[in-house]
């Protein structure tokens, strides 16, 4: 293993110290760890958190200032966050609008946020918790019951936190965060596995000739293994499980904050159909320059237009990573006008910033 680390049980301490001195616009607190905007709690304004192991910077540390995260709670390499986390950084960032989580679908993330909100409820805090669980490769993973949530995480933090920015109320921002989640759908693909600096050496074993269709962000297994393809075979691979991807039905667990009890929700995401626009996100999982990603693009955009789907806005760079794996996952999120206002909003963020 080679890695620019010192101790192995210091890794994540020892970032989020040069993560303090390079942006001291923001509030880096070590123990518990926690990431909040510099100016929180803002009056009047919900206040937005989302959270997971670390290894996938810039999610969410990165993401956190005007107009997208107000505070972020990095749990250990690929290892999710402590309650305690994720209740201190609550009660830093309320301001009395209340604190919506935003959750990606890992079995640990979820059990952890859903603790934390009874927690925060039992304090007099408003919370409510919004599911992401986008990654169409498979249903049920090692790490998930249901779908993983992957690269839409990005898109939804943007959205709402422009919409939190504009004055919309806890329950305007869970609403939108539950639509833009139900619209976005994603795969990614692996060249190479990653090393945590726990294990030291690959979490899995992939042949030089082969790639891992459907990897999730720690390594879990897709859908297939196969042999090295081109990159135009590899995108068209990614897309059309993408743009072929039916209704989806599930239940989410949604905090109710009058009853103070968790209620089920059944939900249905419908299917991207010719004539809906889109935001494009084309992510390298770490080890991916940008060259190869606008590659991935150029054929991204040509399958896109040849099956009626217009491609609005793009995202394209490292944001959800996976380590120095060698990969990249594709992201498409239908918009309506009200989400491409809020996707156009400034943002100020150390990974995400423009109009600002």
Same mark, same amino acid.
């Given at each position: 293993?080679?890695?620019?680390?010192?101790?192995?049980?210091?890794?994540?301490?020892?970032?989020?110290?040069?993560?303090?001195?390079?942006?001291?616009?923001?509030?880096?607190?070590?123990?518990?760890?926690?990431?909040?905007?510099?100016?929180?709690?803002?009056?009047?304004?919900?206040?937005?958190?989302?959270?997971?192991?670390?290894?996938?910077?810039?999610?969410?540390?990165?993401?956190?200032?005007?107009?997208?995260?107000?505070?972020?709670?990095?749990?250990?390499?690929?290892?999710?966050?402590?309650?305690?986390?994720?209740?201190?950084?609550?009660?830093?960032?309320?301001?009395?609008?209340?604190?919506?989580?935003?959750?990606?679908?890992?079995?640990?993330?979820?059990?952890?946020?859903?603790?934390?909100?009874?927690?925060?409820?039992?304090?007099?805090?408003?919370?409510?918790?919004?599911?992401?669980?986008?990654?169409?490769?498979?249903?049920?993973?090692?790490?998930?019951?249901?779908?993983?949530?992957?690269?839409?995480?990005?898109?939804? #933090?943007?959205?709402?936190?422009?919409?939190?920015?504009?004055?919309?109320?806890?329950?305007?921002?869970? &609403?939108?965060?539950?639509?833009?989640?139900?619209?976005?759908?994603?795969?990614?693909?692996?060249?190479?596995?990653?090393?945590?600096?726990?294990?030291?050496?690959?979490?899995?074993?992939?042949?030089?000739?082969?790639?891992?269709?459907?990897?999730?962000?720690?390594?879990?297994?897709?859908?297939?293994?196969?042999?090295?393809?081109?990159?135009?075979?590899?995108?068209?691979?990614?897309?059309?499980?993408?743009?072929?991807?039916?209704?989806?039905?599930?239940?989410?667990?949604?905090?109710?904050?009058?009853?103070? #009890?968790?209620?089920?929700?059944?939900?249905?995401?419908?299917?991207?159909?010719?004539? &809906?626009?889109?935001?494009?996100?084309?992510?390298?999982?770490?080890?991916?320059?940008?060259?190869?990603?606008?590659?991935?693009?150029?054929?991204?955009?040509?399958?896109?237009?040849?099956?009626?789907?217009?491609?609005?806005?793009?995202?394209?760079?490292?944001?959800?990573?996976?380590?120095?794996?060698?990969?990249?996952?594709?992201?498409?999120?239908?918009?309506?006008?009200?989400?491409?206002?809020?996707?156009?909003?400034?943002?100020?963020?150390?990974?995400?910033?423009?109009?600002?």
């Amino acid at each position: 293993m080679k890695k620019l680390i010192n101790g192995v049980d210091d890794v994540v301490v020892e970032q989020l110290e040069g993560m303090a001195l390079a942006h001291p616009e923001l509030n880096v607190n070590i123990s518990p760890h926690y990431i909040t905007r510099g100016d929180a709690p803002v009056a009047g304004k919900v206040a937005i958190v989302s959270g997971g192991g670390s290894g996938h910077e810039p999610m969410h540390g990165g993401f956190v200032g005007m107009g997208m995260l107000t505070g972020a709670c990095p749990g250990e390499v690929f290892t999710s966050p402590t309650p305690d986390q994720m209740v201190e950084c609550g009660k830093a960032v309320d301001s009395g609008a209340g604190v919506l989580f935003l959750v990606k679908n890992y079995t640990g993330d979820v059990l952890s946020f859903e603790t934390a909100a009874d927690m925060l409820h039992m304090e007099g805090i408003n919370v409510q918790n919004i599911l992401i669980d986008d990654d169409v490769a498979v249903k049920d993973s090692l790490y998930t019951a249901g779908r993983r949530g992957v690269g839409a995480t990005v898109i939804v #933090e943007k959205i709402v936190g422009a919409a939190a920015e504009a004055g919309y109320d806890l329950d305007q921002c869970a &609403d939108l965060a539950r639509k833009v989640s139900q619209n976005g759908r994603s795969m990614g693909m692996a060249l190479t596995s990653c090393v945590t600096p726990s294990k030291g050496s690959p979490i899995f074993d992939l042949s030089d000739d082969e790639i891992e269709i459907g990897v999730g962000i720690h390594g879990e297994p897709g859908m297939r293994r196969i042999k090295m393809r081109s990159a135009d075979e590899i995108t068209a691979m990614l897309a059309n499980e993408i743009l072929d991807d039916g209704p989806y039905t599930r239940t989410v667990r949604e905090f109710d904050r009058d009853s103070g #009890e968790w209620v089920e929700k059944e939900l249905t995401d419908e299917p991207l159909q010719s004539g &809906d626009e889109v935001i494009a996100f084309v992510n390298s999982l770490g080890g991916t320059p940008l060259s190869e990603l606008y590659a991935v693009y150029r054929k991204l955009a040509q399958i896109c237009e040849e099956r009626g789907v217009k491609i609005v806005r793009n995202l394209i760079g490292p944001y959800i990573t996976s380590l120095e794996m060698q990969g990249c996952s594709i992201t498409l999120v239908k918009v309506d006008e009200e989400i491409l206002k809020f996707w156009d909003a400034p943002v100020n963020t150390p990974a995400l910033r423009w109009g600002a």
